[in-house]
């Protein structure tokens, strides 16, 4: 735990900076490979779906010639298109090449393992329930790897619990990256005892990110009034540091940047939690904490807890090598 003390003699507030928290391998991938694409290939660069869910990130990327796009039809024919880190289904990687579009997959290498997973499961026969939130690009793309029918979503412990398989003997499954830990495993043991035979991967497929950062919000919660946590309403990691801090007992709320602070419900706070999603940059998380430094007429102690070591990096795809 580093920390910064206060001068003496004014009242002091105290904020705890979870440790991991922000860009992961995956999102620092995703972005880098829109920025090199712009400079290989000249703007515009198309992006289908926000490359990460951030707003800032979004803006940013466009400042510097990308367009960004809901469906692959709105992209020109003579320009590049990136997909984006959550993944897209099979169709669409097929339907850029029908087309001859030069495209670039930012799919986050932890989720391409999964739609590897679930190739491989329904090539060895088995129905696969894919645990995860309904809508989420992420579970889109990865339901998308194999034909309708072959998966079925489970959202909540009593998804787990009616589930009716037709074939229960012949079961596996697979998880989107960025769940709740704790809720995952309360829906792998339901799934565990009702179906015995069911294929169970050795390690879940949350990835490193998440499970460190919820980890960290988890070990900050317990000592802070209220735990800001940076992030969109659309990021599914974000969303669940939210929860973690809540389940943990400390009341959470996601900012998107300072100009979003609830002043009102951070009133009275004496510690105050602070966490970022994985796609959120760690310039939002310096502006928070500058805002709350100039908002209060306090000294502000900001002390970092610290609670695992990343080192985890990916490389860019081999189109892009040449100027990385
Ligand atoms: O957490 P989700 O999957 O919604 O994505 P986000 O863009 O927020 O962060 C990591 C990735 C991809
Ligand atoms: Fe990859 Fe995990 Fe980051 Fe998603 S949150 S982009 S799976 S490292």
């Known amino acids: 735990m580093t920390s910064t003390a206060p001068a003496s003699g004014r009242a002091s507030l105290r904020i705890l900076l979870a440790n991991p928290r922000g ?37 940013s990327l466009e400042a510097q010639g990308a367009v960004f796009v809901d469906e692959l039809d709105e992209v020109p024919e003579d320009v590049p298109v990136v997909f984006s880190a959550h993944g897209v289904p099979k169709a669409v990687p097929a339907e850029a090449e029908r087309r ?11 989720v391409s393992k999964v739609h590897r997973e679930v190739e491989r499961h329904q090539g060895a026969g ?62 792998v043991a339901t799934l565990e005892r009702r179906f015995p035979s069911m294929i169970t991967p050795k390690k879940e497929d949350i990835c490193y990110a998440t499970t460190n950062r919820q980890s960290a919000v988890k070990a900050i919660a317990e000592d802070c009034d209220r735990v800001i946590v940076i992030g969109a309403p659309n990021s599914s990691n974000s969303r669940r540091l939210v929860e973690v801090s809540e389940k943990a007992g400390c009341p959470a709320r996601l900012a998107q940047r300072a100009s979003c602070l609830d002043w009102d419900w951070l009133e ?57």
């Open 23 to 59: 860009f992961c391998a995956g999102v620092d991938r995703a972005i880098k490979i829109v920025e090199l694409a712009i400079k290989k290939f000249g703007a515009p660069v198309y992006v289908r779906h926000e490359i990460v869910h951030n707003r800032y990130v979004v803006e």
């Open 100 to 110: 001859e579009m030069i495209y670039l997959d930012a799919t986050c290498p932890l």
């Open 268 to 324: 009275g706070a004496r510690t105050i939690g602070i966490t970022a999603g994985a796609s959120a940059p760690e310039v939002l998380v310096e502006e928070v904490i500058e805002a709350i430094r100039s908002h209060y007429d306090a000294d502000v102690a900001v002390e970092v807890v610290t609670t695992a070591e990343e080192n985890v990096t990916f490389k860019v795809p081999p189109i892009l090598k040449d100027i990385a």
């Open 126 to 187: 088995r129905h696969i329930l894919m645990i995860g939130h309904a809508g989420h690009p992420e579970v889109i793309g990865t339901m998308g790897q194999v034909p309708k029918g072959s998966m079925t979503l489970i959202e909540t412990v009593e998804d787990a619990e009616t589930i009716d398989p037709t074939d229960p003997e012949h079961l596996s499954f697979v998880t989107q990256t960025t769940l709740s830990v704790d809720d995952t495993a309360d829906i």
